[in-house]
């Protein structure tokens, strides 16, 4: 049982006088020439925790009962959420614009996103706000006028971790295919137990031509 809430979210969540506010914040890092940026997300109007107002343009959080712990997960995947946004021209942005226009400038697996709950109308401040997962924008990514859907895979265990390693870029790698921009390659220090290897010499080199 998690013993991180504050005593605020554990009252409003025992008294069950309100519903749970769902909210997601995304943060993304300067690039290509942009700021930073931070998008504060609910899924209903009139959400505003220390003066900072967020914007109701969460459209469907998908079913939470889907999460698990990321050492449930097999090798070859993570947990994930499907999710969308309301994506008509919001005020949001300065001029004026849809969600998915971020994602012109902006790549979504370079986003962190924080979900958290939260109650309103019971004096709870940004302080009580509860995370319940990290993830980062995956795919598939759709869109049209009305809504923007994505899913959310799941870092919550690993969000924090210092990886060694240098982040691919298009400026350093400009064919690296779009699901790895953003990513980490690691560096590897010491040995590599148990994974085979070429010794390759000089005078071994063989020099090949093609177009």
Known sequence: MRTDFTSGFNASRNSKANAPVNLLQIDWPAMNGLP??????????????????????I???????RLVSPNQADSNSRPKLSMSVVNGPVDLFSPVARFSNLFRNRPPESGVVTFYQWFADDGLTDTDLSILFVARI???????????????????????????GNAITLNDYPNAPE????????????????VPGLLVRKSQETLLTSV
């Open 138 to 164: 995956g795919d598939p990514i759709n869109y049209d006028e009305a809504v923007c859907s994505f899913d959310l895979v799941d870092i919550s265990q690993s969000y924090g971790s210092t990886v060694i």
């Open 59 to 65: 459209n469907d959080m998908g079913n939470l009962d």
């Open 179 to 194: 699901d790895s921009v953003g990513k980490t390659k690691p560096i590897v220090i010491g040995n590599v137990d148990e």
């Open 36 to 57: 930073a940026l931070t998008l504060r997300l609910a899924d209903r109007q009139g959400v505003t925790i220390n003066s900072v107002a967020w914007y109701p343009l």
